[in-house]
């Protein structure tokens, strides 16, 4: 942020945001996603969902405070504190949210069946929280550079620059996890018959098909979410897209607070609560060492 400015002596339309953020916006979405947050820790611990906290957790935890640094610049739309911490949080936090839906992938999988993946399931957490973490390490670096930028252009752009990279790349990851779970449900649905036999109460269950609905409505949540923020960054800071903060507001904060609380609604843990998660990653291991008794039930029907 610029030091020629303050508050008293110019007026929020010069600053990079070109207005000082609504203080009830922020404030109504600060505690949205603070309560998420706890809802998220609580649940987490009681159904014993860790990674799926940890990702939940770290998400709505650097919304809220990059709510926070918004509420700064509504009191100074020249506060270096206030521009740094919501450039930097705001940005990447949806990243850890996606994470939370990649997790998912690997138990539904479980749950259909895991002869119809084209890769273990374990290999759909790896493959895809690597490249989740690859995405908030770009955003994150081009967080700092912009907001350590003051009046360097140079540095701003380079941090500019650095964001959109993650923000593709994170939208790139979000595309090909479509991709590779509609296809795995495609092989689902055209061996709707011979799907895991153990599971077929959970799949007929509310909490199952709620579970399937939040998972999608988050991810079209993030998706919208991240391929607007590629758009805002695109056009340079200060830009039209930048500086409208209805469309912020609809297009960020609405999308990001949606995609934490329809899994505070259809948490995972409570769909999968007939069976610890970590004793489904204990089956997962023995599968891979022996047949699988869902094939050899298809087989047998040959």
């Not at 994470?99 to 069946?113: E, N, R, S, W």
Request: charged share 15%.
């Amino acid at each position: 942020m610029s030091d020629r400015c303050t508050k008293d002596t110019c007026p929020a339309s010069v600053s990079i945001y070109g207005y000082a953020p609504s203080l009830a916006a922020n404030a109504v979405f600060l505690a949205l996603f603070l309560v998420s947050c706890f809802i998220h820790l609580f649940q987490g611990i009681k159904y014993k969902t860790w990674s799926f906290l940890i990702a939940m957790c770290l998400g709505t935890l650097c919304e809220a405070v990059g709510e926070g640094g918004r509420i700064m610049l509504h009191n100074d739309p020249f506060s270096d504190a206030g521009f740094k911490l919501q450039i930097v949080l705001l940005t990447f936090a949806p990243a850890f949210m996606a994470a939370g839906i990649y997790l998912t992938l690997k138990h539904l999988v479980i749950t259909f069946g895991q002869d119809f993946s084209r890769i273990k399931p374990a290999w759909y957490t790896y493959i895809f929280i690597t490249c989740d973490i690859f995405s908030i390490v770009l955003q994150g670096a081009g967080g700092g550079l912009a907001s350590a930028a003051d009046d360097d252009r140079n540095l701003l752009n380079a941090g500019n620059n650095l964001m959109i990279a993650g923000l593709a790349f994170q939208v790139f990851t979000l595309v090909i996890f479509a991709v590779l779970a509609s296809e795995y449900f495609f092989r689902v649905w055209k061996n709707r018959h011979h799907l895991n036999p153990e599971t077929i109460e959970l799949r007929h269950s509310l909490k199952f098909k709620g579970l399937l609905a939040a998972i999608v409505i988050s991810y079209f949540a993030i998706l919208i979410r991240c391929v607007y923020r590629v758009a805002e960054m695109a056009g340079g800071w200060g830009n039209s897209i930048m500086q409208d903060e209805a469309l912020f507001i609809a297009l960020d904060s609405v999308m990001c607070i949606i995609a934490v609380l329809v899994f505070n609604a259809f948490h995972p843990g409570r769909c999968f609560e007939y069976r610890s998660w970590a004793s489904k990653r204990a089956e997962e291991k023995v599968d891979e060492e022996s047949p699988s008794p869902i094939m050899s039930q298809v087989n047998t029907t040959k």
